[in-house]
């Protein structure tokens, strides 16, 4: 199945001590424009140590704040978090062709994105479109791929209705992240102002989204789902929750498009973390033994363990050697080590990860990377 969070999945053979080395793998890392930063950046990790290797800038981009490298790696997808595109109030998506000499990225186009502060963008296996959502906007977005790997213009545009909280208040809708599920059927929606998962149909004949019946998921109120992640095996989908600092898993029925809770486990607990602490990303192990998630202000990856059968999470452990403002890490394609972008750093810090218990283990002194936020591989061709 597809691991459509990572938006790739890559098969990495090992080397034995007496085979010729692997080749470095790439990694392309979006920033927040700044004195220091200027766009997105190339690195080439040793597959052996987990070693960072600096290519330089690999396009200017403004605010690329979140990447998806297209299934055929072709083509890398990034947002501008921004507010005004072409005297719009919108941000944009642009297409980057890759090189497969140099691995340096050509603009091919930029499309609006349908709303303010787009944050997350994702593509589907077929890489027939691709998906954004606007946080400022409220809204998400499907953009038809062309043929060489550029971007249409956006063929359907979902507004996320407000809600309303625990105390009767209304609230303002923040889309967060929208992704494909593993059959291609249905997409998506975390909606952090609302506390909702939305989900749509993907009408292919139409390029086109449509509100799926019914078309919310409701999550516990002040709990702000942020990302979303599938099980590698398991019809089971990972919700991580910025404000209570936790995950909520939910059993997917992919044949109806439905999602029920499972469980909501914390991360860390309110009385260890700072009362800034927001928790980011979230990610599942590609043995599918383990699901990780960020939390910032407490500054640090949580790791818990997955039991496919009884479908339960359970704490390992908590790590924060290095680790400042994790708004993003990434598992390596063959699961042997996790790379931490610390935005507040501006470094980046790998980790091995032991395949049978979890834990990790610092490799190596953190990479300078200015102001990293989002991390995404892609393989050496």
Known sequence: MLRTFLCLIVAVAGA????????????????????????IYLFAMDPATGGLEPRGLAAEARHSSFLCVAPRHRTVYAVSEVGEFEGQRAGSVSAFAIDPATHRL???????????????????????????ANFGGGSVRMFPVRD??????????????????????????????????PSGRFALAADMGTDRIYVYRIDRAAKALVPHDPPVVEVAAGSGPRHLAFHPTAAVLFAINEKKLSITSFDFDAARGRLESLETVP????????????????????????VLGSVRGHNSISVLAFDEAARRLTPVGNYTDTI???????????GRFVLVGNQARGTITVFRIDPQTGELTRAGDPTPCPSPVCLRFAPNR
């Not at 963008?121 to 890489?127: C, L, N, Q, R």
């Not at 400042?324 to 063959?334: E, G, L, M």
């Open 106 to 132: 050509t603009l091919l186009n930029r499309q609006a994105s349908g709303g303010t502060g787009p944050c997350f963008v994702s593509t589907d296996a077929d890489e027939a479109f691709v998906l954004a």
């Open 324 to 334: 400042d403002k994790p708004r993003n890490f990434v598992i390596d394609p063959s």
């Open 267 to 290: 991360l860390v607990s309110r009385g260890q973390a700072p009362g800034n602490s927001t928790a980011a990303e979230v990610a599942v192990h590609p043995n599918g033994r383990f």
């Open 148 to 181: 060489d790997g550029s971007l249409d213009e956006g063929s359907s545009v979902q507004q996320h209705a407000p809600g309303v909280d625990s105390q009767g208040r209304p609230t303002k809708p923040f889309a967060h992240s929208i992704i494909v599920d």
């Open 16 to 39: 034995s001590s007496a085979a010729p080395a692997a080749g470095p793998e790439m990694l392309y890392v979006g920033t927040y424009s700044g004195k220091e930063s200027m766009g």
